[in-house]
Nanobody
Framework: QVRMVESGGGLVQAGGSLRLSCAAS????????MGWYRQTPGKQREMVAG???????NYADSVKGRFTIFRDVSKNMVYLQMNSLKPEDTANYYC?????????WGQGTQVTVSS
């Protein structure tokens, strides 16, 4: 069974940085793509950043130039480096992995940015 576990969330002041990590385990299959989403209460989950197995990346407009996604394919890990954080970045951040036609999600890690 595929398991996704996020870590690295926390409380940070505006302008600060955090790095989120996510480990995928329980599969011997290749992971096609990995990504990060975020969600705040009462709102839909939104895509933050994604990365393919070939290293192609895409970002939400709101985080371009501030966030960087990267992955360690050999370790089935994906990371999200978040710089110049803003209060509006406050959310629960989820990682996901696409394996074949299935998508797997973690439980989320809370990021809170104080003004």
């Amino acid at each position: 069974q595929v398991r996704m576990v996020e870590s690295g969330g926390g409380l940070v002041q505006a302008g600060g940085s955090l790095r989120l990590s996510c480990a995928a385990s329980g599969t011997s299959l290749s992971i096609n793509a990995m990504g990060w989403y975020r969600q705040t209460p009462g709102k839909q989950r939104e895509m933050v950043a994604g990365i393919t197995s070939g290293g192609n990346t895409n970002y939400a407009d709101s985080v371009k130039g501030r966030f960087t996604i990267f992955r360690d394919v050999s370790k089935n890990m994906v990371y999200l480096q978040m710089n110049s954080l803003k209060p509006e970045d406050t959310a629960n951040y989820y990682c996901n992995a696409t394996i074949g036609s299935s998508r797997f999600w973690g439980q989320g890690t809370q990021v809170t940015v104080s003004s």
